[in-house]
Each structure stands twice: as structure tokens, then as C-alpha cells.
């Protein structure tokens, strides 16, 4: 498939146990995917910590556009094209910093740090020119969930609050890790790139059925408890959320272990600081069981995936090169806990991480895998007989069941369908 | 400092030392370049520049002793699929300087390295700023720290799964 895709082409490439190759691999289909969801739909950006004063700026992605969130003079967080709008030059060079303009060097034209023209060189060049006319670019609605910065570039369409639907509770259930219930995202970003298609990483952040195979080395020496929650007798849950958010709910196997701070490998009595900041926070009872639940394993479509300890951002680059930015999760009011989770997180993840380098071996040989012809299909029927609904109407299924990628294309295919 | 003749001589050794590492790490000897550490040694590849504090801020790699053996462990499983199959790798080293050698001190040695790693996704070339501080145990030179500052650290990084 060489042309646009036809409106009718997504039934046929998206079925529900199965997916043709071709998505994964066609750069027409990569091409339609950035206009019908990256330069559409809500996209995570940053967060409202990496750019805690005023003035403070970050450079960060949509897709593979460049956009500065910066944090201006009024304190409102805005999301910017780094792209002059005179000649298309980036404005900014830097990954962060403080600044109240940025003055681009090729005919030093100066925005200010939410976007307003306000100079030019040699402006009787210009006379009778509406500077309002003539501002940065911006990520046209930008709203924030507990400190987690999104931006959709539609004008209209749904809120960002019903884009995340019922995965919002997540991000709730997430914050209460912190006795403060904040999260911080303050320890910089390991940047891996892989030559594969984007959808691999999304779709194998929930998927439960690898870890017992693509990670068994790191399980096996380090003698980790984690295999065992990935296994064919764990009582834990795969999730859709409906708009293409999924999770993995470990919870029911730390609730039988019932033992608070298992969910990281640890005890209460080793982070006596923490758990006495949370008993103070939410009461002994509540903080008992926020701190055996743990925190979640959750895929916000498309870009934003938590994993317990820490938090990747997907960004694709071309229908054949992603990058995964990720960074340890930080909570607001326990130095304690954030200085283990910046530890576990540099040895899991990243280029040389023990759990990611293999991982991301597995997205670049399914990538190079797909490009074969017949058959041609992505086989997605795993727990498809046995899927059952929960108590608030989502679909679960087996932890190792294949409940998330269904769900994921179900979405895909809806937002692909719409013009 | 040490008299020209000695520092002479510790350069040779220090030379002998690093070429040997080399050579470790390109034939993925791993328990050989393990036995190469001190009981205390410090492996560090930063991430986003080369003078971040990796106490706060996150490092590619920034393992004490009990993680490097952990890392050697699972390289030896045959079952880390990044390297099943290995990586071919040859690397050139170069610039080793001595930068500080103070009788009864650590070893302070400079040197740059550029990697050529041949694997199942392309071929990819590394380049790197290297710092050592090596130390006499036993009568034989061990690492007690490496910290290997690669030059594109603030770019998106491909698998970097081999030692460095």
C-alpha cells in the first residue's frame, strides 16, 4: 500500500484477533497515523515540575515536531512550536533552561515565552505588519491532569478529561504514592531509540505474556519475585479502559502478599521516614493499603506509559524509528523512597538497561519480522474466549491475555476511521 | 610526583592494563573483565552531558560492585536476547594519559576509545571519553572506577548491551 489509506482499508487491516503486517511497516499508514492521532488527539507532552518556575522552559515532543513548554511570566504553562515564523527556524537550542524570549539567530526575530512576536530587526522593513499575526505556533488546547501536561492540536473534540476516561483513576491511585500526592519529574530522561515502529512499545507495555520469557535472564540472577506475577497462576488482571488505555492490576497478588511496599521489593521498616510521612498523610489504615497496592502499570494512549518505579514517554520519529524517553518516578515528600526508585530505574531501563535492552531487541526483530509477506498477520486471540467484564464495565482478562492489544487497535481503528 | 623513569614505567603498566579491558570487552570474556574490578568498584556511563550528579540524575549505566556482577550474571545466561547472539565488537583505544599518580593514591588515567559494534539491527560506532582510577591490589593493577563519558550522551542512544 503505497497511496493514503482508504476509510474501508481499516476493517480489513484490523480485525478483532488480528492485525496485517502493514501497520506496523508502511509509511503511509505512519504518515495518516500523525495526522489522524499525534497531530489530533490528546498527547502527553511534560510535566507542570519539569518547568517549576516562571520563565523555565524544556524542550519536548509531539511526534517528531519539537515544542517548548515553558512557563511564563503569569505562571501558565504553554506549549510552543520551535519553529520561527518567519523562515521556519528553530528558536530554541537548548533542552532547558530559564529565559522570558527566545530570539532566533537567523534574522533575530524575539518571541516571548508564551509565544507573542515582540521584535524584529530593522522593523521599518515591516510597516503597517500585525505582530499578533505573526506569533509562534502553539499546540492549539493544552490542559493538565495532576501535574501531567497534554496537548491536542484539533481545535474541538473531546476534553482531556474524557480522553482519559476511566483511566483517569490511575493517575489518581498514582499520586497517592506521594504523602503529598504529587508527583515529580526532576531526574532527568534516559533516551533509547530503536529501529521499529512505534505500536510495538505501545502494545508490549501491558502485554504480560512476554515477561516470563524475554526477561527470565535478569529474573533468574537477580532472584526476582517478578516472574511469578507474570505467571500462568497469577491472579493479576489484564485491563482496557476503552480509548486505547490499558493496564496490568498486579493488585490482586499484593493483596494476597499483603505485606506494604512488596509491590517494590521492599518493606515498610526500610523506609520508616516514608512510611511515617504516609501514616501522617492518610491515616495508618488508608496509607496500610495504598502502600500494599502499590502504584500502576498503565498505558495512556498514545505516548504516556507508567511502570510502577517509573515513566516512559513513546515518541515516534518514522514508521521505522521510535524513541522511548524515560525517567524514574518521583514523589513529592519522600526522599527516601525516590532515591531507590532512581536506582531500580537506572539498572532496569534505558539503552542499557537489564529489562529494556531486551525488550527494545524484541520490537526491532518483530519490526524486521513483519516485513515478510504471507502470512501476513499479526495473531491477537489470546483470553479472546475468556474476557469478562468487571465491575465498572471494562474488559479484563488474564494478566497474559492479549485484552490490551485488542483494545489498542479497537481504538486505533476508530480514530483511523474518522476523517 | 613520581620520578620520570616510574611514571614511565606505570604508564606501560597502566597501558598493558586498559589494552587487556579492551580486549575483555570486545571477546566478551566477562568473568575476566569482572576480575578486573576492585571489591569497591564504581562503573558509570552518564546520561545528558558528562558531569551530572548520578546520585539525582539518571546515568546509561551507573552500577557499584554488587551490580556489575549482576550485569556479568546475566550476560552469562545466554538467555539476554540483546546479546544471543553477541555483538561483534573491536575497539580502538588511544590518548591514555596519567592524570594524577600520587604515591600510596589511586591511579587517575585518561584515555578515548571509539567502539565498533557489528549487530543483528546495523553496525554502530561509539566514541568515548574514559576515566579511570585503577589501583594496585595484590601486586596487580584492578579498576576501582570507570566512568565512560560518551560523546552523543545527550542523544537518543540505540541498545548499548556489550560493556563499554
Redesign the interface.
Known sequence: MNVMPRASQWEELIRPDRVHGSLYSDPAIFAAELQNIWYRGWVYVGHESEVPKANDYIVKSIGPQSVIMTRDEQGRVNLLLNRCSHRGNQVCSY?KGNARSFTCPFHSWTFANDGRLVGYAFPDGYEGQDKTQLALGRVTRVESYRGFVFGSFAAEGPTLREHLGGAIETIDRLVRTSPEGEVEI??????????ANWKFILENECDGYHPAF?H???F???ESSIGKLYGGASTALTRDYGEGHTEIDLRPEFRKRDVPMSWFGTTAERLPDYTARMNAAYGEKAAREIMIDGTPHVMIFPNLFIAEIQMFVIQPLAVDDS?QH???LQFKGAPDLN?RL??Q???SV???G?L???D???Y??CHRGVLARNPEWIFLGRGEKRERTDELGFKVGHVTDEVPSRGIWRHYRNLMETR | MLARESRTTLLDAVTAFIYREARFQDEHQYEAWEALWTDDGVYWVPANGDDIDPEKQMSIIYDNRSRIALRVRQLMTGKHFTQTPQSRLRRLVSNIELLDAQPGGDIVVGSNSMIFESSLRDDTVWAARNEYRLRHVDGELRMAYKKVALVNNEKALFTLSFLI
Open positions: 533542552e526532576t531526574a532527568g530522561f534516559l533516551k533509547h531509540r530503536v529501529k524475554v527470565s535472564s535478569i533468574g540472577v537477580a524513541v524515560v525517567t524514574a532515591r532512581r536506582q530505574t537506572m539498572g534505558g539503552p542499557a537489564f529494556l535492552a531486551d527494545s531487541e524484541m526491532e526483530r
